[in-house]
C-alpha cells in the first residue's frame, strides 16, 4: 500500500534564512490511488504579511491573527506526512521550507522519499505548455478553484499526481526500464514505483499496437500516409460562399458566426493572382482573418489545378498555429480531402539514431537537465508523429544537448541505413511531396533560395504571410552570422568524437586562436566611442577589417583548412578499413565525420568571408555582451540590398507570389515594400483591405505636449517624465498596460524608476530582459496579474496578442527610427548617399512607420477591443514627416494636449467605456 503526503505552503517570502514565515498549510493523503484524508490551517507567521503575498494568495494580517502558530500544528503535520512519499509542485521549495520551520521548533525534520509534480509531469507529459500547477490543471481538465491557497493547490496536486502514475502506467515496460536506468539522476524517488510497474508489466499478455520497437527504442506506430486525390466541380465563386457565407460550413461550426467582406474580398483576389500567374502584395488591416483568407483560395487551387502551394510564415509558432487551428477548421468545413505538412528546418526534428547513442552513454556523464531531456524525450518519442522539438518545453541545458540528437547533427541520411524508414526529417519530407499545402516559414524558405538547396518540395505558387519581415530574413540567409560560442561548441564536439592524437593537437591550437581572436575583437569594441545598444542590451558596432592584425586575420582561416585536409585523410582511411571489412564500426563514424566535415568547411567559408573578403557587397557587423565574458562576440553580415537577388532567384521564377502583412504600406503607398522585394519593376498587383472594425471608435490617440525634447534636454529628465506618465496612466487604465521602446538601455532606466514609484503599491512591472522568461511566458505573466504593466523592446512591437480587457493601453516610447549610428542602418545611408538618395526618406522613415503600425496594432485585436495609443514623443505632431505615420495608421481621434488633461480625458474615456 503506497502512501503519499501531497503537501503545499504559502509562506510570506521564499527564503526561510532571511525570516520568512509559513502563513498556510495545505495537506492530502492518497492512499491506493484515491484521496482518504485532507488538513488545512492558517499559521500566524507573527509578523506582517507583504502586501505582494497578499494580493497574489487573498491572505491577509487579519485572516492569520488568530490563527495557530507554526509549533502548534507541527506534530499534526509530522504525523501525516510519516511514512508516505513526500509530494508537492517544487517538492524542494516546500520540503526545505517546513523542515526549516520543524527544526526552529525543535523537532525531526521530514525525512522520507520525495516526489516533484514538476518534475513527474515534464517527464510523463512532455507535450504541455507549461508546467506551473494552473497549467497543468488546464492541461488535464482538473479544477482549480482556488490557486496560490494551500488546500487548494494541495488538491490539484494530488489529482494531477493521480493522473502522472496513471500515464506511468500506461507506456511500454521498455520505456519504464529506460527512465529506471536515469532515475538515480532525477530529484524525485521513483525507484520502487517504476520498478513495482516494469513487474507487473512483464506478466501482462497485451500488447499495445500503438507502439512499435526498433534498436532497443520504443516509438509510436507511423500512420501509413494515403495519397489524397480530391477534384472540385464547384467554382470558386460557389466554393467560397459555401465555405465563409451566411449559411456557409464556418457559419454551422460558429454559433455567433458573422461574415466578413473584408475577408471574402482577399480570398478572391488571391485566387484571381493564382489564375493569372500573377504576383500581389496585400495589406490586410486588423480583423481581416487574413489567414483564412489566403488558405481558402490556396487549398482550391491546389485540388483544381493540382500545384502544390506553399504557405510562408515568420515564425515557426505561426506554422504551429495554422496546422493546429486553421487547418483542422477547414477540413471540417471543405467537403473535399486535401493533404498538409508543416515543414522546418533539421534542427527541428529528433534523430533517433543520434538519440540512441546518447542513451548507450552511462548517465553519470551527464547533469541533470540532460537526464531530464533523455527521459521525457523517452515518453515523448511514444506519442509524436513529427518528431518536431516544437512540440516540447525542454530544460535549460535540455536546448544544448538537443544539439547533439537533430537531424542536422545527424547529417547525410544514407538510404540504405537500417534508421533511414525511422528518421522523422525523412518522412516529413516524403509527405509533403504528397501534400496539397506546405507551411513552412521564412527562414526556411530563404535558406532555399539563397543556396538553391531542395529542401522544400517543388511549387510555383506561394503565400508570404507576415510579408514585411520577408526581406529582412532573406537577408540573413545571403549573409552570414559567427560567434565565438558556436565555433567552440562545435570543436568541442569534434574532440569529443574524434579521439586522435595530431587531431586534438589541431583542435586545440584552433580553440586558442579562436579564442584570441575573438577577445580582441571584444576589445576593439569596448573601446569604440560610437557603439549602440541593440533591444537585448548587446553593444554594435561596425566591423571593419582595417582594425584587425593581419597574423590574427590568417591564422584561423589556416588552421579551419588544416583540420579540413586532416579530417579528409582519416575519412579516406575508415572508408578504406571499410572495404576491407576490417571496422565494423567504421561506417558509423564516417558517416558523423562527414558531418563534422561539411561543418568544418562551413566555418572556413564564414572565417573567410569576415576575415579576408573585403568584397563591398556586404554589411558587417559586430556585437558584444558587455557584461559578458571577454571573447562574448558575434559576427554578422547581409547584402546591402536584396530585392535583385530576390527577384533574381524567386520572383522571375515562380508564377504568383503573394506577400500580405497588417503593415506593407506607408502612407498608402507600397513603393518601399517592392523596391525592398525587388519588384518596383514588375507587373504587380496591390491592394489594401480595411478592417472590419470600427477602429476610429475604439482608439484614441494621445500625444503629450509637454514632455521634455528627445533631442535637446536631458535623457535622465525624459525618462523620469515618461515613467511618470506610464505609472499615472496605469492607474487610470488599472495596468493592463503595454509599453513599447526602441532603446533597451531606456527600459532598463525606466523600469528602475517604475519600479521605485510602485514600491508601496500593488502593480506589478513585467520587463523583457528585467523579468525572467520568454516573450510568451512574459505575456502569460502579464495576463495573469491583475494591475501589471509590461515593458519591451524591438519584438514586443507586433506578434504579441493580448485581446479583451487584459490590454486597456499601449504607450509608444518614442518614434521607432533606428538610432543614426546603429552599423546596418549607417552602413546602408552611406550606400544611399552615394547613390545620391536620401537614406532618411527611403530607409529611416519607411521602416519607422513599417514598426509603428506594428505597436499601435497591438492595442485592437477583435471588435470587442478599445483602449488608448499613448505617444510620448511630440514630433509625430511637430515635424513635417509626422504626417506619414498619421496617415498610414487608421482614422483615429489624436489628441495633442498637456499631460494632466490628457489624463483626465483618459479617465472619462475609461469610466464611459
Keep these: 500500500m503506497t502512501r503519499y503526503a501531497v503537501v503545499d505552503l504559502e509562506t510570506t517570502g521564499h527564503t526561510p534564512k532571511s525570516g520568512d514565515q509559513i502563513i498556510e498549510v495545505g495537506i492530502v493523503i492518497i492512499e491506493d490511488g484515491a484521496i482518504i484524508e485532507e488538513f488545512s490551517s492558517y499559521v500566524n507567521p507573527g509578523k506582517e504579511i507583504p502586501l505582494f503575498i497578499s494580493n497574489l494568495t487573498g491572505i491577509t494580517d487579519r485572516a492569520v491573527e488568530n490563527a495557530p502558530s507554526f509549533k502548534t500544528v507541527a506534530k499534526k503535520i509530522q504525523a501525516l506526512c510519516k511514512g508516505a512519499y513526500f509530494v508537492a509542485h517544487h517538492v524542494q521549495f516546500d520540503l526545505v521550507f517546513l523542515n526549516d520551520a520543524l527544526m526552529q521548533e525543535g523537532l525531526e525534520p521530514v525525512n522520507e522519499k520525495v516526489i516533484d509534480t514538476v518534475e513527474l509531469a515534464r517527464i510523463f507529459t512532455p ?45 511500454p515496460a521498455k520505456t519504464l526500464e529506460q527512465i529506471l536506468y536515469l532515475e538515480p539522476k532525477l530529484q524525485s524517488d521513483l525507484h520502487d514505483i ?59 461550426l460558429y454559433e455567433n458566426y458573422e461574415v466578413r467582406d473584408s475577408q471574402g474580398e482577399m480570398a478572391e483576389l488571391i485566387y484571381r493572382a493564382f489564375q493569372e500567374n500573377k504576383h500581389a502584395l496585400i495589406e490586410a488591416e486588423t480583423g481581416t482573418g487574413k489567414t483564412l483568407a489566403y488558405l481558402i483560395p490556396s487549398i482550391y487551387h491546389a485540388l483544381q489545378t493540382g500545384n502544390r502551394v506553399l504557405i510562408s510564415t515568420y515564425t515557426t509558432q505561426l506554422q504551429s498555429q495554422a496546422l493546429h487551428k486553421e487547418i483542422p477548421l477547414l477540413k471540417n468545413a471543405i467537403n473535399a480531402p486535401f493533404q498538409s505538412v508543416v515543414m522546418k528546418g533539421k534542427r527541428h526534428y529528433l534523430s533517433l539514431k543520434r538519440f540512441s547513442e546518447e ?22 518519442i511514444t506519442e509524436t508523429d513529427t518528431g518536431d522539438m516544437d512540440e516540447l518545453q525542454l530544460p535549460s541545458s535540455g536546448y544544448i544537448f538537443w544539439r547533439k540528437i537533430n537531424a542536422e547533427a545527424e547529417g547525410l541520411m544514407d538510404p540504405k541505413s537500417s534508421w533511414f524508414h525511422h528518421n522523422y526529417y525523412t518522412k516529413v519530407r516524403k509527405q509533403a511531396q504528397k ?31 507576415e510579408a514585411h519581415h520577408f526581406e529582412k530574413a532573406a537577408s540573413s540567409h545571403f549573409g552570414a552570422k559567427l560567434s565565438y560560442v558556436s565555433i567552440q561548441y562545435l570543436l568541442n564536439e569534434m574532440k569529443e568524437e574524434i579521439q586522435e592524437a595530431k587531431f586534438e593537437e589541431l583542435l586545440t591550437e ?69 572495404k576491407k571489412k576490417e571496422s565494423a564500426d567504421a561506417k558509423n563514424y564516417v558517416d558523423k565525420w562527414k558531418y563534422h566535415l561539411e561543418s568544418i568547411h562551413e566555418l572556413k567559408q564564414k572565417l573567410h568571408l569576415f576575415l579576408r573578403d573585403e568584397e563591398s557587397a556586404f554589411v558587417k557587423w559586430i556585437e558584444i555582451e558587455a557584461q559578458g565574458a571577454k571573447n562574448a562576440v558575434y559576427l554578422y553580415c547581409e547584402p546591402y540590398e536584396i530585392g535583385s537577388a530576390l527577384a533574381e532567384k524567386f520572383y522571375h521564377i515562380k508564377k504568383s507570389i503573394i506577400l500580405t502583412s497588417a503593415t506593407l504600406t506607408m502612407k498608402n503607398s507600397f513603393r518601399y515594400m517592392l523596391q525592398k522585394n525587388g519588384l518596383e519593376d514588375g507587373n504587380v498587383w496591390t491592394k489594401q483591405i480595411a478592417s472590419p472594425f ?39 487604465t488599472k495596468g493592463r498596460m503595454l509599453v513599447l521602446f526602441t532603446s533597451y538601455q531606456m527600459l532598463k532606466n525606466t523600469h528602475e524608476m517604475l519600479v521605485q514609484f510602485a514600491d508601496q503599491d500593488d502593480l506589478v512591472i513585467i520587463a523583457q530582459g528585467i523579468s525572467s522568461g520568454s516573450r510568451e511566458r512574459l505575456k502569460k505573466n502579464f495576463q495573469t496579474f491583475d494591475r501589471a504593466i509590461l515593458l519591451g523592446t524591438s519584438s514586443f512591437w507586433e506578434g504579441i496578442d493580448i485581446p479583451g480587457e487584459d490590454l486597456s493601453a499601449v504607450v ?25 538618395k536620401n537614406p532618411f526618406m527611403e530607409l529611416a522613415l519607411p521602416n519607422a512607420v513599417i514598426r509603428f503600425k506594428q505597436g499601435f496594432g497591438r492595442l485592437i485585436r ?22 506619414y505615420f498619421l496617415e498610414s495608421i487608421p482614422d483615429v481621434p489624436v489628441i495633442y494636449d498637456d499631460t494632466n488633461h490628457l489624463f483626465d480625458l483618459a479617465r472619462e474615456w475609461y469610466e464611459n467605456r
Excluded at 530563404?446 to 538547396?453: F, K, R
Excluded at 597574423?551 to 585536409?565: A, E, K, S
Excluded at 494621445?702 to 525634447?709: E, G
Excluded at 533631442?711 to 523620469?720: F, G, L, P, Q, W
Design 435 to 465: 501534400a496539397q499545402l506546405v507551411i513552412t516559414n521564412h527562414s526556411l524558405l530563404s535558406t532555399e533560395i539563397a543556396n538553391n538547396y531542395n529542401l522544400l518540395p517543388s511549387f510555383d505558387y506561394c503565400v508570404i504571410d
Design 862 to 883: 477583435s471588435k470587442q477591443d478599445s483602449g488608448i495609443v499613448f505617444v510620448c514623443d511630440a514630433r509625430l505632431i511637430q515635424s513635417k514627416y509626422g504626417q
Design 359 to 380: 542513451l548507450q552513454k552511462s548517465p553519470e556523464q551527464d547533469n541533470y537537465d540532460v537526464i531530464l531531456t533523455k527521459a521525457l524525450l523517452l515518453v515523448w
Design 812 to 836: 509608444i516610447v518614442r518614434l521607432p527610427f533606428e538610432p543614426p549610428n546603429h552599423p546596418v542602418y549607417s552602413a546602408k545611408a552611406k550606400m544611399l548617399k552615394e547613390q545620391n
Design 194 to 252: 517504476l520498478a513495482e510497474l516494469i513487474h507487473s508489466k512483464r506478466y501482462s499478455m497485451d500488447q499495445d499496437q500503438t507502439y512499435e520497437t526498433f534498436q532497443g527504442i520504443v516509438l509510436k506506430k507511423a500512420r501509413e500516409e494515403k495519397n489524397i486525390a480530391s477534384s472540385l466541380s464547384l467554382s470558386f465563386e460557389d466554393f467560397l460562399h459555401g465555405i465563409l457565407g451566411k449559411k456557409g460550413t464556418l457559419s454551422e
Design 694 to 732: 470600427s477602429i476610429k471608435d475604439q482608439v484614441k490617440l494621445f500625444v503629450p505636449n509637454d514632455l521634455p525634447h528627445i533631442k535637446y534636454d536631458r535623457e535622465e529628465d525624459y525618462v523620469t517624465a515618461i515613467s511618470y506618465a506610464i505609472y499615472e496612466l496605469a492607474q487610470i
Design 127 to 171: 507535450r504541455a505548455s507549461g508546467f506551473k500547477l494552473s497549467q497543468l490543471a488546464e492541461y488535464y481538465n482538473i479544477n482549480h478553484m482556488h490557486p496560490h491557497r494551500a488546500l487548494s493547490d494541495a488538491y490539484v496536486t494530488a489529482q494531477l499526481l493521480l493522473k502522472l502514475l496513471q500515464k506511468a502506467k500506461s507506456l
Design 510 to 578: 584552433t580553440k586558442e586562436r579562436a579564442d584570441e581572436l575573438f577577445r580582441y575583437l571584444f576589445s576593439i569594441v569596448k573601446q569604440k566611442q560610437d557603439a549602440t545598444y541593440n533591444d537585448v542590451g548587446r553593444i554594435q558596432s561596425l566591423f571593419e577589417l582595417k582594425n584587425i592584425t593581419e597574423p590574427i586575420r590568417t591564422q584561423l582561416v589556416d588552421l579551419t583548412q588544416r583540420l579540413q585536409f586532416s579530417l579528409l585523410d582519416i575519412m579516406e582511411y575508415l572508408e578504406e578499413r571499410m
